[in-house]
């Protein structure tokens, strides 16, 4: 269990994060979405003790991480992938760990068989591509068993194979009961692995919630009968949204999925009945629209200059 109270952290004059609170269950992926300098890196670094919170606490199953003795077998996390001398085998540097932190030496080749990383064992971190270094550091996060799993841009470097494997092992760490945190920019991914989202902004939470609660609250379905008169009293009277054009009605609310049960109660004709609804990428442009500290502007809108002409003063 993670939990945040009222999280604040200020460096200088800039407050990047602003009494943030948020608790995350165990059992579930929870995905942790925001913008550039949104706070969420400076999150999870108070979280894991690399930084002081001005204000407020952020405590792994109840304690700050300064108060756990042996901190790799309560959470493992993955922040930077470049951890870890070059010079150093991957099973050296997990063996390292391993002893610092009271864990078994047998733990290491179980995680390094995990990542699929067991035939390059011996081979030094300096020889291994993004993708590789991402998989030791997953294998690090893993190593003491953890009941909290912290992970920040995990699919970073890794082939389609890869994405898959990481989404496939963060569900089913999720489905043994354990507390599952990833940040990512990939919201397509985030789509097809979290099942809770927290997304912030500006230091500020805008959203906790279920993802499935964040998409249904913007499908619409649309329904096609002949008897659409009828059927519009009766979707009204069961507390959905309908606007009718015809024989046509476009229907919103809570409780979609019980538009053919209701139809088929009263024996109302159905001739079409299909669902549409924004995409994860469109809600949270939604929420992060009034917020978003960093914003780039289409290229194309700017004139260009002719061809062999002098930028002017006021151009430049």
Request: no cysteine; charged share 20%.
């Amino acid at each position: 269990m993670i939990t945040l109270d009222s999280l604040t952290k200020v460096y200088g004059s800039k407050r990047a994060v602003d009494h943030l609170s948020v608790d995350v269950a165990p059992g579930a992926v929870t995905g942790f979405l925001g913008p550039n300098g949104a706070g969420k890196s400076t999150t999870m670094r108070v979280l894991l003790g690399l930084d002081r919170a001005s204000s407020g606490s952020a405590r792994i199953n109840g304690r700050n991480y300064q108060e756990l003795t042996h901190p790799l077998r309560t959470v493992g996390a993955l922040l930077d992938p470049r951890s870890g001398h070059p010079g150093q085998s991957a099973r050296q540097h997990l063996l390292g760990m391993a002893r610092s932190n009271g864990i078994s030496s047998a733990r290491v080749p179980q995680v390094l068989e995990t990542v699929g990383l067991q035939d390059v064992a011996r081979s030094r971190i300096g020889t291994f591509s993004l993708g590789m270094r991402q998989r030791l550091g997953i294998a690090s996060a893993l190593l003491g068993d953890p009941d909290v799993l912290i992970f920040d841009e995990p699919v970073n470097g890794l082939d389609p194979e890869g994405v898959t494997w990481v989404r496939t092992l963060m569900r089913t760490l999720a489905a043994e009961g354990r507390t599952v945190f990833v940040s990512s920019h990939l919201l397509s991914e985030m789509a097809e692995t979290a099942d809770h989202l927290v997304v912030i902004s500006r230091g500020r939470l805008v959203a906790d919630a279920p993802l499935d609660d964040l998409l249904e609250a913007t499908r619409t379905a649309t329904v096609r009968s002949p008897d659409a008169a009828e059927l519009a009293r009766v979707l009204t009277r069961a507390d959905l949204t309908v606007v009718a054009t015809g024989q046509v009605l476009s229907v919103t609310g809570e409780g979609l999925d019980r538009i053919g049960q209701l139809a088929h109660g009263h024996g109302a004709q159905l001739d079409e009945l299909s669902f549409a609804g924004d995409s994860l990428e469109t809600v949270y442009e939604r929420l992060t629209a009034d917020t978003a500290e960093y914003r780039g502007t289409n290229p194309r809108t700017t004139p260009a200059a002719a061809p062999g002409s002098t930028p002017t003063e006021a151009s430049l």
